[in-house]
């Protein structure tokens, strides 16, 4: 079965940085888009940061961009999103997902979550 399982988030003070890291197991991981999704209390669920397959092309929410950098280690099936000069805005739980289709927003398979406090 899929398992993606994500790890390293926390709470930090404003400013600070986290690298979160996902496990992928249970597919041919390095054949599949990845993605990190994220969603707040009481907001809509939204993505942040995805990244493509062999073209290694990376796509970016704006409320993130300049800040979030996606990359993936094919090699540890692993795909990780560097996170600088957080935000109490950020604060969310981070799931990590396996993107469905190309060029939108989408996934069939999500992780647990992580959750991120920014304070």
């Known amino acids: 079965e899929v398992q993606l399982v994500e790890s390293g988030g926390g709470s930090v003070q404003a400013g600070s940085s986290l690298r979160l890291s996902c496990a992928a197991s249970?597919?041919?991981?390095?054949?599949?888009?990845m993605a990190w999704f994220r969603q707040a209390p009481g907001k809509e669920r939204e993505g942040v940061a995805r990244i493509a397959t062999g073209s290694g092309n990376t796509y970016y929410a704006n409320s993130v961009k300049g800040r979030f950098t996606i990359s993936r280690d094919n090699a540890k099936n692993t795909v990780y999103v560097q996170m600088n000069s957080l935000k109490p805005e950020d604060t969310a739980v981070y799931y990590c997902?396996?993107?469905?289709?190309?060029?939108?927003?989408?996934?069939?398979?999500w992780g647990q979550g992580t959750q991120v406090t920014v304070s």
């Open positions: 249970g597919y041919t991981y390095n054949r599949n888009r």
């Open positions: 997902v396996r993107a469905s289709k190309g060029g939108v927003w989408s996934g069939d398979y």
